[in-house]
């Protein structure tokens, strides 16, 4: 199953942070220091916990200011939830359910003194006693009427109805049919059911379905247990699972059998032997092992097939690690940085060495931070990947923090590969880990006053500036590296206009309707009026530019600016009313995606314009929307949009849309050939 929602109340500085999406993937989460980012984690991870960690203590972590209501008996714990998530059933998941609930989706709570609840959303309503009292009274003229007179003498058998009116005497119509009524129920019908006459399929429909009112209650609750044993595991990486570089096996092991572990400083170690496939003990007594005499060849053979296996799991180990580094930690041209991992055991030590392009070897600890982050990063995740945690919900706590900033930017990549089979969640400050094409994954996390406390936003949206300082940075970062990168650029006036061209092209490639050229970088501007500013400095350099104007009064504007027109000349500068087929006389990008928007809008944010999109054809759909819903948003409507085509294909636009993008697409392509 995969999280859909969750939310966090009266935890730490978290009151309430609210419902906030969680995408299918990736979700990435920004926001400020002290904003409540890692409380959040350590909060969804008590949704399902490992074993070894630690569980809620309301002690700790209850609101310290509002403590004295538990103490008080004004807050009971048990009637408090924490932390609950909902979440959407994946085919396997519903394989294993019965068809009535195999289109619920699934709610998961966790209170503070860490007993849980659950819940299906969908499925069929609650029986109430009034839903079958008539079939009830049917059934029971039918059976009365089969019961035979008592001979003489003989104690008369008491009427079915009777017996059933000692049992919901009473009920009231509003009644569910669970628990003690459910099983009075069910054992009335079973002791009646020789009664009903034979072969009459009205009667024994009656009784089917009266039985299947009566056991809903219980057919739900076990496809609840079986939902609970698919609840996955969610696993959070801290910056302290360090593997440590050298790792006196005698004393692990010791400590393992005396339960004296670390959970800090042995939780990396752990998991690092997990990975070879062995205990502590296992490798401990390999390394006292010593050679038997040349006369026994049965013990000389086991002691040598010890040995191999043991360097055959190291080796094993130690490619896996070192594949999977190579695809983040880049060597650069003239020297490799880390050329190999290696696992190695000597003696009663287990160490971990890098060798570089000399060959020389060189223990993990003398690295840099980063380096080593990443060697535990793996271990850890691998290992628990491996073993109970397949299938997991991955929570990671600022992940790559040592990491340079460019190996941070590859590291992304990273955990993109990751999500693909753990949905994963993770925290951060850095520009690096936000991909421009991301901002949709983004939530931010912000607490802008303590009384409130920490607040998740699913919107690109915050009260504090600062909350968005990452997703700037991350912008301005591509743009300043993109824009003298590519011969070709195109420049758009504002990020909604690149979400559309880059997401219609998409659909369009996939279809091969036309191919928007790889080689043209999609540039936005903040505004029609800086268009000029982006044109003249690409048009200095030597580079080919175009620009893709709304035919508004604000882009003829920008159009008409002298500086433009001289520096792109009038081909290059293309108009949305160039591709645009339909009476609006200053169409906006949007209005290329007209019909297709006014439906997104309906479906996505419950904003409903149909109407008015049908009745006044030459109006834009912007000024339709902007009139018609209260604080309208083009980001919102954009947002909507991106999140449409990941599950649609071109041919879900209509005829007049794809013709109208293929034409523009045609139009850049040919102005930047």
Sequence with gaps: MRLKKARVRKYRSIRDSGWFDIEPAKTIMVGPNESGKTALLEALQKINPPGEIRNFSALRDYPRSEFNDVITGKVRLEDTTIVEAQFLLEPEDKEALPAE???????????????????????????????????????????????????????????????????????????????????????????????????????????????????????RYDALKVLHQRLPIFVRFRDFFRVRPIIHLEHLGQRIENGLLDDQYDYGNICLLRLLGFSARDLSDLGKTTEPGIGDAAALQKYRDQLDRRSYQLNAASVRLTEELRRVWVPDAKRVEADRLRVVADGQYLK??????????????????????????????????????????????????????????????????????????????SPFLVGPDELDLVRVV???????????????????????????????????????????????????????????????????????????????????????????????????????????????????????????????????KDAYEGPVEQPAVEDLLRKTLVEVAKNELGWDVSEAATNQRDRSITEIFSTQVPDFSRYSLAKAFLRWTRDHRASDLSDAERAQWKKLISTINWTLK
């Excluded at 271990?379 to 992940?399: G, M, Q, S, T, Y």
């Excluded at 912000?446 to 991350?474: C, F, H, I, S, W």
């Excluded at 080919?544 to 433009?564: C, F, G, H, P």
């Design 446 to 576: 912000e607490m802008t006053d303590r009384n409130v406390g920490t607040k998740v936003r699913t919107r690109v949206t915050a009260q504090d500036p600062v909350a968005l300082l990452p997703l700037q940075e991350a912008l301005g970062y591509d743009l300043a590296q993109s824009l003298f990168s590519q011969q070709r650029n195109l420049v758009l006036e504002c990020l909604t206009d690149y979400w559309y061209v880059d997401a219609v092209a998409q659909l369009l490639r996939e279809a091969n309707i036309v191919d928007l050229n790889d080689k043209i970088t999609l540039l936005p501007a903040s505004q029609a009026g800086k268009v000029v500013y982006y044109a003249t400095i690409l048009h200095a350099h030597k580079l080919k530019v175009a620009a893709l104007l709304d035919s508004d009064t604000a882009a003829d504007q920008a159009r008409n600016q002298e500086i433009l027109v001289h520096s792109l000349g009038n081909k290059a500068v293309i108009r949305t």
């Design 352 to 429: 971990v060495v890098v060798e570089d392009d000399l060959g020389v070897e060189i223990e993990l600890d003398q690295r840099s931070e980063g380096f080593q982050w990443l060697v535990s990063f793996f271990v850890v995740f691998f290992a628990e990947a491996a073993d109970r945690h397949k299938n997991a919900v991955l929570l990671l706590d600022e992940p790559g923090l040592s990491l340079h900033g460019l190996k941070q930017r590859d590291f992304r990549g990273t955990i993109s590969r990751l999500a693909e089979k753990n949905q994963l969640l993770y925290t951060t400050h």
């Design 101 to 219: 609930f195999r289109e619920c989706e699934y709610l998961y709570g966790r209170r503070p003194d860490n007993s849980s609840w659950h819940a299906l959303i969908g499925g069929p309503a609650p029986v109430r006693y009034g839903d079958i009292k008539k079939d009830l009274v049917r059934s029971c003229a039918h059976l009365d009427a089969r019961v035979q007179p008592p001979s003489p003498g003989v104690v008369p058998t008491p009427r079915p109805s009777a017996e059933l009116d000692a049992i919901t005497r009473q009920w009231s119509d509003n009644d569910e049919i669970k628990a003690n009524r459910a099983a009075e129920l069910k054992g009335w019908l079973e002791r009646v059911f020789p009664l009903i006459e034979e072969g009459n399929a009205t009667e024994e429909k009656r009784y089917d379905d009266l039985m299947s009112a009566v056991t809903a209650e219980q057919r």
